[in-house]
């Protein structure tokens, strides 16, 4: 069974303090790794897809990275709002586009 | 990316009613999809939703209580049918654009009371 563990569950950071969010993930085959952000009574807003081990990708204050094994989001010198849950996704080489999702990390960062 | 629109945002129900929601895409797409996140956790997806073929329902969700229509490219509705306190969710849909990422629209709150 495809699984996804986010780490830590909660995460309190001052401004500018740098830190990094975990994504481990045990599936069969692995066609895509994503990262959203979700704030509180919103959907989704999508961040980031990662294909294969090795790749990185930057946003502003965001860079995730990939391994075989795990995800990490680095967030460089946070701001007040960059205060969400981030979540992580997989999307495997079985059958539809669909995602298994972890139970996302909540990030709150203040000034 | 897509833009993607939903009815209602809200919604306060009674027990054994049902609530269709509506899911509106401003692109044409092939494949939608139906999720729900109950209070404090995670999403779980509920089917997909392809235009002219029946909805593909995960385990644990059945046609029954999750009808789901796709009259087209652009549309797609979810029902909720005979609801309980358990339903109380918040109901996403999705769709897939040509690189395979996945965009959410806004969500619809639904508590039943």
């Known amino acids: 069974e495809d699984q996804v563990t986010q780490s830590p569950e909660a995460l309190r950071l001052q401004e500018g303090e740098s830190s990094s969010l975990n994504c481990s993930y045990t599936?069969?085959?692995?066609?895509?790794l994503f990262w959203y952000r979700q704030d509180p009574g919103k959907g989704p807003e999508f961040l980031f897809t990662?294909?294969?081990a090795g790749e990185e990708k930057e946003k502003e204050r965001l860079k995730a990275t990939l391994t075989k094994k795990e995800s990490f989001l680095h967030i460089t010198a946070p701001k007040p709002e960059d205060s969400a849950t981030y979540l992580c996704?997989?999307?495997?080489?079985?059958?539809?586009?669909?995602?298994?999702f972890g139970k996302g990390t909540m990030l709150l960062v203040s000034p | 990316s897509a833009v993607i629109s939903q009815k209602p945002s809200r919604d306060i129900c009674q027990r054994g009613t049902s609530l269709t929601i509506q899911c509106q895409v401003d692109?044409?797409?092939?494949?939608m999809f139906w999720y729900r996140q109950q209070p404090g956790q995670s999403l779980t997806l509920i089917a997909t939703?392809?235009?002219?073929?029946?909805?593909?329902?995960e385990s644990g969700f059945v046609i029954d209580k999750f009808p789901i229509s796709r009259p087209n490219l652009t549309f797609s509705t979810l029902t909720v049918s005979n609801m309980s306190p358990e339903d109380s969710s918040i109901y996403l849909c999705?769709?897939?654009?040509?690189?395979?990422?996945?965009?959410f629209g806004p969500g619809t709150r639904l508590t039943v009371t």
């Open positions: 999705s769709v897939v654009d040509g690189t395979y990422e996945q965009y």
């Open positions: 599936v069969s085959g692995l066609r895509g």
């Open positions: 990662l294909y294969s």
């Open positions: 996704a997989v999307a495997v080489n079985s059958g539809y586009s669909t995602l298994t």
């Open positions: 692109s044409q797409v092939t494949m």
């Open positions: 939703a392809n235009q002219g073929s029946e909805a593909t329902y």
